[in-house]
Structures are given as structure tokens and as C-alpha cells.
């Protein structure tokens, strides 16, 4: 080989795909990286303090759910309906006008009697096994710091995700798997990756992209297997690039990043072995598949159980690309199609896990990155197109739902005020459910921290109250 052959040139004509790039367990190698301290960054961790939770299931309505049409039903907005309020409407990112009641029947179910709406029947057959957070707040009314605030934990500065922060706790727990899979069909949310990153933790920790939308495994997950290297020559290429690396880092200091990518090359060599499987929902009986029922909805929740059930850390599944669920107008239309998508999906989910004895392991959370107003959303000054049927974004109160993983279900915590606008009782902000969800999972979030730029960083910052009520 040329001795003055870069690292990079060297990478590059080695030339492997995506999936190209893991190979350890496959050949018996050791899983881990051998050299900087870098063996340890995946292996399996012991949390803070034992807990039976030790993976997470995100479903995320990405475009701000209404809180009024899902699960904190106010009936009072029927009174007000039409009226203008005294004092005015509140203010929020968009002029709205008077209450807009709710176009959708809420009912009570289960032991708890819990009200849910219309929209969510299956997943309201399981509201036993729910906590329902009706006091949530977040820091303002815009998608992108909404949805960063609720991933990462910070709204402006790029810091690490969730899924990245309980990968760096945890370690992972199959070796031929990414342990942080995010799942979003047809393309990425706002904010697109930097929902997802690992900021200022190692590269490995990222959270690994895949779009449920396509037929095959091979097209959910581009070049998973090298077709035009066996395996064997595969193995020695990897071999190859650790060996150059441990040569130039006798004579030079760690570098993070470059053990990040040959790590993921590494891993994407080994999901060869297990990635046809586990994202193959064809496998599954054909009465599983029909409870999930059809569609991508259907196909994406399946694939989250499948990956939890072999040891995936953290799945996040995202309603789909953009912003779904951001019903400025035809809330009934939108939100009545968006649901009926995923309803049946997240019902099964939830009965699947359980009757699999894994729903106490998982902790499965659900929601958006903020509320919609109890207001009325009116068309812009000078335009005409507007439609008066829908509401704007509201950051002051909305719901989320959190079940198994040691939560205590069958409850509803916090309010919103009367009409629905503002967390007035037990308010939860996004840095208390992520404290709650470490706790939940074996962590103090004020120990969890990453050494960076001179300070101990952690998911909360600075912030951050765990609600003991929502734990069993």
C-alpha cells in the first residue's frame, strides 16, 4: 500500500456503502472499538439506579396535535362559541378570534374513566395502562425551537437528542442494530437531522434515519448489503482501516470523529446480518400484521416493536415528513385523517407490547411539540383564501401521554384553564417530562452529564423537576 496514502484518500477508495460498514459480530470480532477509549462507547451500561424500563418508544404528531380535539376535552367552548372574549382573544403567534368548539365527541373508557375523543378509540381501550399529562408548556409558539426543545432538551444551541443522551447512559444492547432508530415516512420532519443529533457526544451516539414509506428493506436502508464485495473482503477492508488507525494514533492524539465513522462502518457491516429482519414486517403473522392494520402507520409501528424486541434503545416514529398535524385550517378534515392513519397503529402497539410482556421495559410517550388555541385562527389581514376552521399554534398548555416503563397509568395530571389556552395546574414543562423519562429509566438528570467546552452538560441543562406522580 502507498505509506502516503491520507486516511481519507484510503476511506474513500475502500469505497463501502451505508451498509457496507459493520462487520465485528458477524466474523466473532469483538462488537467495540479498540483503541482511545473508544471500546467502551456502545458496550452495555448499569443506569443510576435499577428500574425495569430500559427502552423508548417516541411517537411524535410532528405540527402540534390539538389538545382539545385528543384528550383534555372543554366542553364550555360550545357557550363561548362565536363570542368574542372579554378582554379580548389571547395572544398568540396569529391573530385568532372567538372559542371554536370542538368538532369531535369525547367519551369515558376504562377503569379510570378517563374522557378521550372520537379520534383515538383503540388507543383509548389501553387508557388503563396511560398517564395523560394535560399541563404540558413549552418556551414559544414556533415549530423549529419547539421541536428542538422537545428532542434535545435546548431550543436555540445544537445539543445532543433523547434518543443520543440514553444511548451515551445505556450503552446498546445489540451490537448489529443502531441503538437510536428513527422512523419518519417519506422524507424528514423541520429541523430535519438536528432533531436527532448527537451535538456535542460522539458521532456514534446519532440517531440512524430510516423511511418506513419504502418497500424493501434494502430501499429503507440504502446499500444494507454490499453486493459487490463479499463478505470476507469486506472484513478485511474494516481490518485494514482499524489497523491504520491504531498505527496513527500511536503518534497522534484521539480523534473522536474519525472512530465515529469507523465505528459506523463497522455497525452498518453487521446490520447485514439482522437489518433484513428486523425491518421486515413480512415475517410477522398475518393476524399481527391485520391488528396493526394497513398502511405505512400500521408498517412503522410494527417495525418499533420489532426493533425494541431486539434491543433497539430508543425508536422514534414520526407521523411523517414536514408537519403533519399543523391544522391552521380544516382541523376537522386534517385531524380526522391524520388520526384515523395512526389510531388503530398505536392501539396495537400498545396491546402488542403488553401481551408480550415488554410495555413494562418500554416506556412509550406520545405527542407533538406544542398545543393548538381554543381560539379560532382568522385569515391574514389583506388575504381571502383563509378559512376560519382551524387554530394556531399554543405553546401554554397541551398534552402528552405517557404508558409503561414503569409509569402510573389510569391517571390524568395538571389542567389547562377553562377554555383550554394555558397549564394553570401541576404544569409540567418539557424539561420536567425529560427528567421524568430519565428517572423512568434509571437515571438522576442531574448526574447524566457530558464533559464539553470546560462544563458538565446534561438533557435539562439547568431545568428540570421530576413528577413523581406519573411514577408506579
Request: charged fraction near 20%.
Amino acid at each position: 500500500m502507498d505509506p502516503l496514502l491520507s486516511r481519507r484518500e484510503m476511506l474513500t477508495r475502500c469505497g463501502m456503502g451505508f451498509g457496507a460498514m459493520t462487520l465485528g459480530t458477524m466474523l466473532g470480532a469483538p462488537a467495540t472499538a479498540s483503541s482511545g477509549g473508544a471500546a467502551d462507547w456502545l458496550a452495555p451500561k448499569a443506569p443510576h439506579f435499577p428500574v425495569k424500563a430500559k427502552h423508548v418508544i417516541h411517537l411524535f404528531m410532528n405540527g402540534g396535535p390539538s389538545h382539545l380535539d385528543t384528550f383534555d376535552p372543554k366542553p364550555i367552548l360550545e357557550k363561548y362559541a362565536g363570542k368574542p372574549l372579554e378582554g379580548g382573544a389571547p395572544a398568540t403567534e396569529r391573530p385568532t378570534g372567538a372559542p371554536l368548539p370542538s368538532p369531535f365527541k369525547f367519551k369515558k373508557y376504562g377503569q379510570s374513566g378517563i374522557e378521550v375523543s372520537e379520534l383515538f378509540p383503540h388507543v383509548a381501550e389501553s387508557i388503563d395502562d396511560i398517564a395523560v399529562v394535560r399541563s404540558m408548556y413549552a418556551d414559544v409558539p414556533n415549530h423549529e425551537p419547539s421541536l428542538l426543545l422537545m428532542n434535545c432538551g435546548e431550543a436555540r444551541l445544537p445539543r445532543p437528542s433523547f434518543g443520543s443522551w440514553l444511548t451515551y447512559g445505556l450503552g446498546a444492547e445489540n451490537a448489529n442494530l443502531p441503538a437510536f432508530v428513527v422512523l419518519c415516512p417519506g422524507g424528514f420532519p423541520i429541523q430535519e437531522t438536528q432533531n436527532w443529533q448527537s451535538g456535542f457526544l460522539p458521532g456514534v451516539y446519532q440517531g440512524s434515519y430510516v423511511d418506513p414509506n419504502s418497500e424493501t428493506v434494502e430501499r429503507m436502508i440504502e446499500h444494507v448489503r454490499n453486493r459487490a464485495t463479499p463478505t470476507s473482503a469486506q472484513a478485511a477492508q474494516l481490518e485494514l482501516m482499524r489497523r491504520l488507525e491504531e498505527h496513527r494514533h500511536t503518534a497522534a492524539e484521539f480523534d473522536p470523529a474519525l472512530e465515529a465513522r469507523i465505528q459506523s462502518f463497522e455497525l452498518g457491516f453487521r446490520m447485514q446480518s439482522e437489518a433484513t429482519d428486523a425491518f421486515d414486517v413480512t415475517r410477522e403473522p398475518a393476524h399481527i400484521r391485520e391488528m396493526y392494520g394497513p398502511g405505512v402507520q400500521g408498517k412503522q409501528m410494527l417495525i418499533a416493536r420489532r426493533l425494541v424486541e431486539r434491543g433497539v434503545r430508543t425508536v422514534q416514529v414520526w407521523h411523517g415528513a414536514g408537519q403533519p398535524w399543523d391544522s391552521h385550517d380544516d382541523l376537522e378534515v386534517q385531524h380526522r385523517r391524520l388520526a384515523g392513519e395512526c389510531d388503530q397503529a398505536i392501539g396495537a402497539l400498545l396491546k402488542d407490547l403488553k401481551q408480550r410482556g415488554l410495555l413494562e421495559e418500554t416506556l412509550v410517550l406520545w405527542g407533538g411539540e406544542f398545543g393548538r388555541t381554543p381560539t379560532v385562527e382568522l385569515p391574514k389581514e389583506g388575504l381571502n383564501a383563509g378559512k376560519i376552521n382551524g387554530r394556531d399554534h399554543n405553546h401554554y398548555g397541551f398534552t402528552v401521554w405517557m404508558a409503561g416503563g414503569g409509569v402510573r397509568g389510569g391517571q390524568v395530571y395538571g389542567a389547562t384553564d377553562e377554555l383550554g389556552f394555558k397549564a394553570v395546574e401541576n404544569r409540567v414543562h418539557v424539561h420536567d417530562l425529560h427528567a421524568t423519562m430519565l428517572k423512568l429509566l434509571g437515571f438522576d438528570h442531574t448526574k447524566l452529564t457530558y464533559r464539553h467546552a470546560g462544563r458538565d452538560f446534561r438533557l435539562t441543562d439547568v431545568h428540570g423537576t421530576v413528577v413523581e406522580r406519573l411514577i408506579a
